[in-house]
């Protein structure tokens, strides 16, 4: 488990090849059975709502994240950075643990009042009922708490590579978050109460992850300052940015939200759920090959060479996905019910944005675990120039043209995050 991206020299070609390829079967096992049951627990959902409730659950699903990533601000990549220098120390592991999970309370309620107002905002505009959109509002907060330090605890597990037990507790975590919506929504059929649900299950695996890294960081360890200032200096470049990509990541839906109707939102939300069957990819991504690229030494050639590998490994893959789904629409359509059974071009165009989305994020993964992060001065009016670029080109109240915008933002970022990288290893 404690192998890197590079072996050292002598170690036996043929003997990486058989460990890595144990470890992405055994870990891509449980990823699968993680997200087959989220997948599973997706559809219920679909399944169990309204197209008009399940329109007022994407909205809140949607900003949940925008809020989290808010409170995040690049705080969880300060801390894999800083984290990856000292995992093997107990103390110091906890040290940066503390620290990151007290700026990310500070981050919380600036977070929040800027996300609750355009929550209310979006829901009043599908919902005749001010208390449905208010009790809406106050459902997402469980989950925004727990996904707060969630995110945090599980760097530990990941950069020691005790990988097992993480993944046994999140699917336990998925199985208990896919009753409980079963059973709840099967009695209350509402948008509030599925967001409930998930806030429940974030709660039960946030106990699981402090008894997990309890062992290999110490969480009682002070704040230290120079690990502080170091994760802001990462927060600093990323925050900006943040600020920005945590409106931009769901700009289909704000816009179809806005220009369109409810009955378009819910597709959007129902073809985004198909879509998150590819969080296998980004998750394995994340537990196996992040920790281990942040772990490399710092030798330019061998960091651009393994960066590259990385990409075009994700590209062929998602050549591969974006195939299946041209060839086989109605098929995937399918597990959504009658009432999305005719987006066969829609699911497609969000298929390939998707794709393009995981190889951008694959791209910034492993860029800002190296602390290598594009200045916002730069990648924000960058990023905004294309997105509005695209939305000028295509009409808002269309799903398969609000769509494109997607694509084209997922192309821009991915060419961004690589070039800026790759620059920066030149460089040095």
């Given at each position: 488990?404690?192998?890197?991206l590079a072996?050292?020299?002598?170690?036996?070609r043929?003997?990486?090849?058989?460990?890595?390829?144990?470890l992405?079967?055994v870990t891509g096992?449980?990823?699968?059975?993680?997200?087959?049951?989220?997948?599973?627990?997706g559809i219920?959902?679909?399944r169990?709502?309204?197209?008009?409730?399940?329109?007022?659950?994407?909205?809140?699903n949607?900003?949940?994240?925008?809020m989290?990533?808010l409170?995040?601000?690049g705080i969880?990549s300060g801390?894999?950075s800083q984290?990856g220098?000292?995992?093997q120390?107990r103390d110091?592991?906890g040290?940066?643990?503390?620290?990151g999970?007290?700026l990310?309370?500070?981050?919380?309620?600036?977070s929040?009042?800027i996300?609750?107002p355009l929550?209310?905002f979006l829901?009043?505009?599908?919902?005749?009922?001010?208390l449905?959109s208010?009790?809406i509002?106050l459902?997402?907060?469980?989950?925004?708490?727990?996904?707060l330090?969630?995110?945090l605890?599980?760097?530990?597990?990941?950069?020691?590579?005790n990988v097992?037990p993480?993944?046994?507790a999140?699917v336990?975590t998925?199985?208990?978050?896919?009753?409980?919506n079963?059973l709840?929504?099967?009695?209350?059929?509402f948008a509030g109460?599925?967001?409930?649900a998930?806030?429940?299950?974030q709660?039960?695996?946030n106990i699981r992850?402090?008894?997990?890294?309890a062992?290999?960081?110490d969480?009682?360890?002070?704040?230290?300052a120079a690990?502080?200032?170091?994760?802001?200096?990462?927060?600093?470049r990323?925050?900006?940015?943040?600020?920005?990509?945590?409106?931009s990541?769901?700009?289909t839906l704000?816009?179809?939200?806005?220009?369109?109707?409810?009955?378009?939102?819910a597709?959007?939300?129902?073809?985004?759920r198909?879509?998150?069957?590819?969080?296998?990819?980004s998750t394995l991504?994340g537990?196996?090959?992040?920790?281990?690229?942040a772990?490399?030494?710092e030798n330019?050639?061998l960091?651009?060479?393994?960066?590259?590998?990385?990409?075009?490994g994700?590209?062929?893959?998602?050549?591969?996905?974006?195939g299946?789904?041209?060839l086989?629409p109605?098929?995937?359509?399918w597990?959504?019910?009658s009432?999305?059974?005719g987006?066969?071009?829609e699911?497609?165009?969000?298929?390939?944005?998707?794709?393009?989305?995981l190889?951008?994020g694959?791209?910034?993964?492993?860029?800002?675990?190296?602390?290598?992060?594009?200045?916002p001065?730069?990648?924000?009016?960058?990023?905004?120039?294309?997105?509005?670029?695209?939305?000028l080109?295509?009409d808002?109240?269309?799903?398969?043209?609000?769509?494109?915008?997607?694509?084209?933002?997922?192309?821009?970022?991915?060419?961004l995050?690589?070039?800026y990288f790759?620059?920066?290893?030149?460089r040095s």
């Open positions: 488990m404690s192998s890197e072996a050292p020299g002598g170690v036996d043929n003997a990486r090849i058989l460990q890595w390829s144990r992405i079967a096992t449980a990823q699968l059975a993680i997200q087959s049951l989220g997948m599973a627990c219920i959902v679909i169990l709502l309204s197209p008009q409730e399940y329109a007022l659950y994407t909205l809140a949607t900003m949940l994240g925008t989290t990533l409170a995040d601000g969880a801390v894999m984290g220098k000292v995992w120390d110091k592991l040290a940066v643990l503390v620290t999970m007290k990310r309370k500070q981050f919380a309620a600036f929040f009042l996300a609750a929550l209310l829901l009043q505009r599908h919902c005749d009922s001010w449905m208010i009790a509002v459902a997402i907060i469980p989950s925004f708490l727990s996904a330090s969630g995110t605890l599980q760097v530990v597990p990941k950069l020691t590579q097992a993480l993944q046994r999140q336990s998925s199985a208990g978050r896919l009753v409980l079963g709840l929504l099967t009695l209350f059929p109460v599925a967001v409930l998930s806030g429940f299950a709660i039960y695996l992850l402090r008894k997990m890294s062992g290999s960081a969480r009682f360890q002070p704040e230290d690990v502080r200032v170091e994760i802001l200096s990462i927060v600093k990323i925050l900006p940015g943040a600020i920005y990509y945590s409106f990541a769901q700009i704000w816009l179809i939200s806005i220009f369109g109707s409810t009955e378009a939102v597709q959007i939300g129902a073809l985004g198909l879509a998150v069957v590819l969080t296998i990819f991504f537990t196996l090959v992040v920790p281990r690229f772990r490399l030494p330019k050639k960091l651009l060479t393994r960066y590259f590998q990385i990409q075009l994700f590209l062929a893959l998602g050549l591969c996905i974006v299946f789904v041209w086989f109605s098929e995937v359509l597990v959504l019910g009432d999305y059974a987006l066969t071009s699911v497609v165009l969000m298929i390939i944005g998707s794709v393009l989305n190889m951008a694959a791209c910034f993964g492993l860029s800002s675990s190296r602390g290598v992060v594009a200045p001065s730069f990648s924000v009016p960058y990023s905004i120039v294309l997105q509005l670029i695209a939305i080109l295509v808002l109240s269309v799903v398969n043209e609000v769509l494109l915008i997607g694509i084209a933002g997922g192309i821009g970022q991915a060419l995050h690589s070039i790759a620059h920066s290893q030149i």
